[in-house]
């Protein structure tokens, strides 16, 4: 599997407060392993985010990534519910 981060991801990430990116990080590894762990709430979206999926980080906080075939993530988004989705 490779992991890649598109420059707003990044962006967004450098914003979070330490604790969240070492949530992520933690997260992350895990995400490598086993992406199918029930701890990460991996889930594929719809809507506006259709062709998104979105992994767990926090109780409040989301990275959403799309697949480029069956071995390329590419995170785009990471933030709080309501800073992803509006609500």
Partial sequence: MTIRYLP???KQYKKLPKKIQD???AKIALFVMDP???V???????GNFKGYW????NGDVR???IMEGDSIV???LIG???QLYGK
């Fill in 8 to 10: 707003k991801f990044k």
């Fill in 54 to 57: 979105s992994m767990n980080v």
């Fill in 23 to 25: 949530q992520f990080d």
């Fill in 63 to 65: 990275a959403l990534y």
């Fill in 80 to 82: 709080t519910h309501s």
């Fill in 40 to 46: 990460l709430k991996v889930h594929p979206l719809k």
């Fill in 74 to 76: 590419i995170f785009a």
């Fill in 36 to 38: 199918t762990l029930p």
